[in-house]
């Protein structure tokens, strides 16, 4: 992934996360999609929420494991795939 792309897409995903109103139609995941270490939060718009938010942490690490030179290779290839259902909804 570029760089610059991962940026924008932090970027983006914070931006959503603090001025969202509602969920995707269908949103949440099923539980046994999601990985062992997510806690599902009750109401489905905070758990929208707190996904954007982790989406665009993980985003931001991987620009600083590039830009940086942070140590930790950030599992961006998992975050895209969680991401993947959703894509269409971010920007509708």
């Known amino acids: 992934m570029d760089v610059y792309l991962a940026q924008v897409l932090a970027g983006s995903l914070k931006h959503l996360a603090a001025t969202t109103n509602g969920v995707p139609a269908g949103y949440p995941h099923l539980e046994e999609t999601l990985p062992a270490d ?54 509708d």
């Open 38 to 91: 997510i806690v599902c939060i009750n109401s489905d718009s905070e758990q929208w929420t707190a996904d954007l938010r982790r989406w665009a942490a993980d985003f931001d690490r991987y620009v600083a494991y590039f830009d940086c030179g942070v140590p930790e290779d950030p599992p961006i290839e998992q975050t895209l795939k969680e991401m993947a259902p959703w894509f269409g909804s971010l920007w």
